[in-house]
């Protein structure tokens, strides 16, 4: 890796940092909450996704993204691209905690993306699952996270929605609201 690429992959590092830590600032998660990511490092290069995996570039996003989760007690599913059916990799110990399936597929960089593959090489004892309900997630290049998360989705504004080249969307889940105009609501549930 030359001297350029090292300090572009620094700064990558730090503007993942600085998503989460927005993210985290504003997204009501409580320790022990699932937070699903979609990765796709040919967004973060400035390509079209699916075109250019970068598997250092997944490792970098990654690893930056993962600390400072786990420093917050904030479980993590990292979802894979399309060719994985969006299959999700995730620590063994959650799968079983949150109740998932585990379905037996090991992500490469060009079947299951270079984000998620990161994943699996960083995780203790890392397992896929095919579906889950996340308390809130962040999506990196348009990887269309959504239908990893719980019903009811709200938006997470950040100040600096972007990695690299690839666009940011971050969201949240609340309770569903139920009983209509004479309902009273619990605003801790926000």
Request: charged share 25%; proline share 3%.
């Amino acid at each position: 890796m030359s001297g350029c690429e090292k300090a572009n992959y620094e700064k990558i590092k730090e503007e993942a940092k600085r998503v989460v830590t927005e993210f985290l600032e504003q997204a009501k998660l409580k320790k022990g909450n699932l937070v699903v990511i979609g990765c796709s490092t040919s967004e973060v290069t400035g390509q079209q996704i699916g075109s250019y995996s970068n598997a250092e570039l997944g490792e970098a996003v990654f690893v930056a993204m993962y600390e400072e989760l786990n420093r917050a007690g904030v479980a993590v599913a990292a979802q894979c691209c399309e060719h994985l059916n969006r299959a999700l990799i995730m620590t063994e110990a959650d799968a079983e905690r949150f109740g998932y399936e585990i379905v037996n597929v090991v992500p490469q960089p060009k079947a299951g993306g270079s984000f998620s593959t990161a994943a699996w090489r960083y995780m203790d004892h890392p397992v896929a699952v095919e579906r889950i309900q996340a308390h809130a997630g962040i999506d990196i290049g348009d990887t269309l996270i959504g239908m990893h998360l719980r019903p009811v989705a709200v938006p997470v504004r950040i100040e600096h929605p972007v990695i690299g080249g690839a666009h940011i969307v971050c969201a949240r889940t609340r309770a569903k609201y139920i009983g209509g105009g004479r309902a009273f609501y619990n605003d801790d549930l926000e």
